[in-house]
């Protein structure tokens, strides 16, 4: 019997103030995957993960969730099944930090619903995963951009969720979180997509890759398929050597590129 796709894009495009953003997109994601999306600045990275978080409309195409036409969710329901950390971090909370990651379990609870002692220990655990303990009664809004982002990842892990989106998720982290965050991440044994700038961290973390350019989908498969010297040199115009090494825990074998410095194309 065919497995249904947790997501399933055909032919999808979107339109924003008369400009073509994204056109035609076709490809499925499977539960449990960790994608990748890779691509330069404006190639459409964001307008693909609101669309498929609920926040932008396709302008044509179709995209169903299990089977399901996206449209036919209602948001609280949707919410149920899909948690997002976004790139831009809300500075206006005022909540402290507790507070704010107990905003993960709104979906799935009754606006008068009381917090059980075990959904605090679930908050409690999720802020020390991220390494935040030392913060729990601080405010929100006085934490660092990396403490923010780390909390909202916090916040998504107590959702629960099917599928875990995320917008840059490492763009404020120091690279010991960069790394943290992520590996947690795949840890929690959900659907992960996730855009990134770091193509090294990318390869050696995600199952499939997808690469998008000026809107278009240009290659779609494992990071070995898809990191190639002429892809870099076409999508991101840069000038690199790839070459393959051996990845912990399990010794598989990632893409590593080695950029060259100092030339002119």
Same mark, same amino acid.
């Given at each position: 019997m065919a497995v249904t796709p947790q997501f399933q894009v055909d032919k999808l495009s979107v339109q924003l103030g008369g400009k073509?953003? @994204?056109? =035609?997109?076709?490809? *499925?994601i499977n539960s449990g995957e960790f994608i990748g999306l890779l691509g330069p600045n404006g190639a459409g990275k964001s307008t693909l993960l609101r669309t498929l978080y609920q926040y932008t409309a396709p302008s044509s195409g179709a995209l169903l969730f299990n089977g399901k036409p996206l449209v036919s969710y209602g948001r609280k329901a949707y919410a149920?099944?899909?948690?997002?950390?976004?790139?831009?971090?809300?500075?206006?909370?005022?909540?402290?930090?507790?507070?704010?990651?107990?905003?993960?379990l709104t979906p799935n609870k009754? @606006?008068? =619903?009381?917090?059980? *002692?075990?959904?605090?220990?679930?908050i409690l655990h999720a802020i020390e995963q991220v390494g935040l303990s030392h913060k729990l009664e601080q405010c929100f809004s006085s934490l660092s951009g990396g403490e923010k982002?780390?909390?909202?990842?916090?916040?998504?892990?107590?959702?629960a969720p099917q599928v875990l989106i995320m917008d840059e998720p490492t763009?404020?982290?120091?690279?010991?979180?960069?790394?943290?965050?992520?590996?947690l991440a795949k840890q929690l044994g959900v659907t992960i997509i996730a855009?990134?700038?770091d193509l090294n961290l990318a390869s050696a973390l995600c199952d499939r890759l997808l690469v998008l350019n000026n809107g278009e989908l240009v290659a779609d498969g494992s990071p070995l398929e898809v990191i190639t010297e002429p892809l870099l040199s076409q999508v991101f115009g840069v000038c690199a050597e790839v070459s393959t090494v051996r990845h912990p825990p399990n010794n598989s074998e990632i893409p590593h590129i080695r950029f060259h410095y100092?030339?002119?194309?």
């Open positions: 073509a953003i @994204l056109k =035609a997109l076709s490809f *499925a149920r099944h899909v948690a997002v950390v976004l790139q831009e971090i809300p500075a206006e909370f005022t909540l402290p930090l507790f507070d704010m990651v107990l905003m993960g009754s @606006l008068l =619903a009381t917090t059980t *002692a075990a959904e605090k220990q679930a982002q780390r909390a909202m990842i916090a916040r998504a892990m107590v959702q763009s404020h982290l120091d690279i010991k979180y960069q790394i943290q965050i992520m590996e855009s990134f700038h100092g030339y002119q194309l």
